[in-house]
Nanobody, 125 residues
């Protein structure tokens, strides 16, 4: 059974930092892992993507330079380090993984094979 469990969300003041974690299990290997977010009344958008073969990373323009995606050496836990948070970063954040062979694209939901349950991030300012 595939499981992606996020943690690390919370409430912070603008300018603060949070680190989200995603503990994944139940599949043989990942082609890529990523983070999406969805604010109330808005569509789910891709925030960051990490291609496990090679380690390439990609970011949405809105978070570039502030967010960093990474993973542990065992490749089953992904992180999203979020710095200089802004009120517009407020959203539910979802971990996502792809294990099907093929190209990984930032923010493309049909590329995702499994989702986490989400963790709330609230930034006040």
């Amino acid at each position: 059974q595939v499981q992606l469990v996020e943690s690390g969300g919370g409430s912070v003041q603008a300018g603060g930092s949070l680190r989200l974690s995603c503990a994944a299990s139940g599949y043989p290997y990942s082609v890529c892992m990523g983070w999406f977010r969805q604010a109330p009344g808005k569509e789910r958008e891709g925030v960051a993507l990490l291609v496990t073969g090679g380690g390439s990373t990609y970011y949405a323009d809105s978070v570039k330079g502030r967010f960093t995606i990474s993973r542990e050496n065992n490749k089953r836990t992904a992180y999203l380090e979020m710095n200089s948070l802004k009120p517009e970063d407020t959203a539910m954040y979802y971990c996502a993984v792809r294990w099907r062979a093929g190209r990984c694209r930032l923010g493309v939901r049909v590329d995702v094979d499994a989702w986490g349950q989400g963790t709330q991030v609230t930034v006040s300012g």
